[in-house]
């Protein structure tokens, strides 16, 4: 679950980088792509089971823990399936920048996320 949870507090993150209702919906179809795309391990954490819950706290909060979130992904892969790893990141990468390019093209906002995102998953 860690791995999409991670996953989907990137998407998120992006997302809420620069809010809309209208682009919400967008966004999320465009993550939903991206995820559904996947394949192997990293298509089997991220498509079976129910949606992950993120916290509720701050949004600096919510940031914090999930960047340390796709850290610990990235380790739980390096360790237990370290052929994976780079299928993760490209995975979670494509589905930030789909739903950063979704809704008028890509904001400021979402580009320094993006990078935060990449960073943690370095």
Do not use: C, Q, W
């Amino acid at each position: 679950m860690a791995l999409k949870t991670a996953a989907f507090g990137a998407v998120y993150l992006v997302s809420n980088a620069d809010p809309g209702v209208v682009s919400l919906f967008r966004e999320s179809f465009a993550a939903s792509n991206a995820i559904a795309g996947s394949t192997g391990l990293v298509r089997d954490a991220l498509t079976d089971g129910p949606l992950p819950t993120l916290p509720r706290d701050s949004s600096a909060e919510v940031t914090r823990t999930v960047l340390a979130g796709l850290r610990e992904a990235v380790a739980i892969l390096r360790e237990r399936a370290p052929d994976e790893v780079e299928n993760y990141r490209s995975v979670v990468l494509a589905a930030v920048d789909e739903v950063a390019k979704a809704s008028r093209g890509v904001h400021p906002r979402e580009a320094e996320m993006i990078d935060r995102v990449r960073n943690s998953l370095a």
